[in-house]
Structures are given as C-alpha cells and as structure tokens.
C-alpha cells in the first residue's frame, strides 16, 4: 500500500500525531504544531467570527489553499471529534459526502462487520447516506441530532457506524467491538489517508464514482436568526401543524417531528417528498434556526423547496429571514 502524503490542521489535537506518525510510519505533516489558544492562525468564519469548525468553507482557507500540495489534508477541532477533509480534487469535502464515502469503503474493507450491525445517521444528514446503505444490503437507522442517539448502538455492536452532518463520526473495530461510543475525528482523517493509500483516488473522487451509479443529490444547509419565541415555536411543533399538501410541486409523504429509529423527538420538524426534503431545527448554542434541505433532482429544485420551506416556517413559527 502507497503511503498518501498527509498535511494535519489540528488545533489543540496536535500532540497526537507525533506517536501516531511514528507508530504507524506515515508521511505527515503538522500544520501549526505550536497551540496557540487565541486561534489568530485561524480565517474567519462566514460572518467575521473565529471558530474551530473543521467543516466551514471560510474557517478552513488556510488549509484548502494548500490542498494541490498533498495528497490528502484533515483538520480536527480542539477536542478532536469533528474531522475536516481536503482532497485536491474538491478542496473541503461536504460532510455528508464524505460520510457517504466512509461508509461505503469501510463496508468492503471491514469483514469482521455483522450484516446485522446498522448504519446510523442524523434526521438532517443527507439520503446519498440512505442510498449507499442500501446498496450495501445494511440496515438504516435516523435518529435526532446529537452523537448520544448513537453510543448505546456502538457500544453493543448494534451499530458498526454512526454519523452526522456536521461532520461527527466513530465506527466500530475491524473485529466489531466498540472502539468509542463518541465522535472521533482523529480515526475519520486517518480513514480518509487509508481511502487515498488503497483506491489510489481521493476521497471526494470516490463519491462521484458513488453517485454515478446511486444517483446525484443537492444538499445545503443555511442558518436564520431567530428569537427565543420563533425557536420555541419551531421546537414544539407538531405534524398538524404543517397544513401544506406539496412542497416544490410535489406531494409531501411525510411530516415528522419523531425520528423513524426510537419515535424520538427530533427537536423541529421534517417534511419529506418523493424528490427531496427539509428540516428544520433550532440551534442548542446560539440565536439561529439551522434549516436543511435536499433535493434529487437539481440545484434549482434545491432553491424551491428551501424557499418553500422559509415561507413554511414563517406561518409555524413567525418570520424567518432568508
């Protein structure tokens, strides 16, 4: 197996490598191997703030601006449980299709995996998720938002992956037995290096071989401020209280505020058709409503069941701005 070269963005993960480049001879490179607790070798995020979000776009420009010099980059946040992945093929990948890239590699490369152990996702993680899982003859289990939804199922060997949108995630040992019932960025960067090492194609070019044969889907997520009332609104919703019978000129199927795993409540609400989706949920840290919406059809689809949506949720909970 050829060794991919492999540059880190790590925060305050930093001492991990060292023992790990050692152990297993790997061709690595630290960025950044001072911590500094200011961040300031950060970019800022979307709106001008400095946060560790190893899956923004804009926190994570000085990594992706050297992605054509390696083979394969990861960054974790400072407690290592959220990974980023830049290939040189995409640049950052979407959370969802890396997700969808891991859980298809590790299924042909872990044979000590019981056909019986599911795959777990978010309710907001995307159905390129859903296709790969049926593609390879496993079971699919939603749940709400939060890694907790997945630590008992791990733990038991019930689920030999867990995953979320925000790119969160931890798998089982080669042998099946738990290896850790949190998110562990550290082991998702190191797939990403063994994806790249034994395909001989990047992480984000082995999705686009994926949706060539299960199909393309558009995906986003965009976040609105909203007031404590607008947030309760939302929270407390009921599947009554979507009154509309389409959403982007297709037959809603399903109204969901309980995940189809354990009849949870999955915080918000989803709204399901044939040819896409959204949620909607409010933000446990800050003042915003996180919407989420899919479509598989195009990007232009995408746009009319996001605004949709908006206009959705503006009658439930008050105005939400686009």
């Not at 399903?254 to 058709?273: C, F, H, M, Q, Y």
């Amino acid at each position: 197996m050829a060794l991919p070269c492999l540059r880190l963005w790590s925060g305050a993960a930093v001492h991990y490598w060292e023992p790990i480049r050692e152990r297993y001879g790997l061709n690595l490179t630290v960025v950044n191997p001072k911590v500094d607790p200011t961040f300031a070798f950060m970019t800022v995020d979307h709106d001008g703030k400095i946060r560790m979000d190893c899956s923004s776009k804009w926190a994570m420009q000085g990594l992706v601006g050297l992605q054509k010099d390696f083979d394969i980059a990861f960054a974790n946040d400072p407690d290592a449980d959220r990974h980023g992945i830049v290939t040189p093929s995409e640049g950052l990948m979407d959370p969802n299709r890396y997700l969808a890239a891991a859980i298809h590699f590790l299924h042909t490369r872990r044979r000590g995996w019981p056909l019986s152990a599911a795959v777990g996702k978010t309710v907001v993680s995307s159905a390129m998720i859903d296709g790969v899982v049926q593609s390879i003859g496993r079971r699919l289990a939603e749940v709400p938002v939060g890694f907790k939804w997945f630590a008992g199922g791990l733990f038991r060997g019930a689920y030999c992956f867990g995953g979320e949108e925000s790119a969160g995630a931890s798998f089982l040992r080669k042998d099946a037995t738990v290896w850790t019932t949190d998110k562990d960025g550290l082991i998702l960067g190191l797939l990403a290096a063994e994806i790249t090492a034994r395909t001989g194609i990047d992480p984000e070019q082995y999705v686009r071989h994926l949706a060539a044969i299960l199909g393309q889907t558009c995906y986003t997520r965009v976040d609105a401020e909203a007031s404590p009332e607008q947030r309760r609104a939302l929270q407390t919703a009921t599947p009554e209280s979507v009154t509309a019978r389409e959403l982007a000129g297709d037959p809603i199927v399903a109204r969901l505020t309980r995940d189809p795993e354990n009849g949870a409540s999955i915080g918000g609400l989803k709204v399901v058709t044939e040819f896409g989706w959204f949620a909607a949920r409010p933000s446990g840290t800050e003042s915003l409503i996180k919407i989420y919406a899919e479509s598989f059809r195009s990007r232009e689809h995408l746009q009319a069941i996001l605004k949709e949506a908006q206009d959705l949720l503006a009658r439930i909970s008050g105005t939400i701005p686009s």
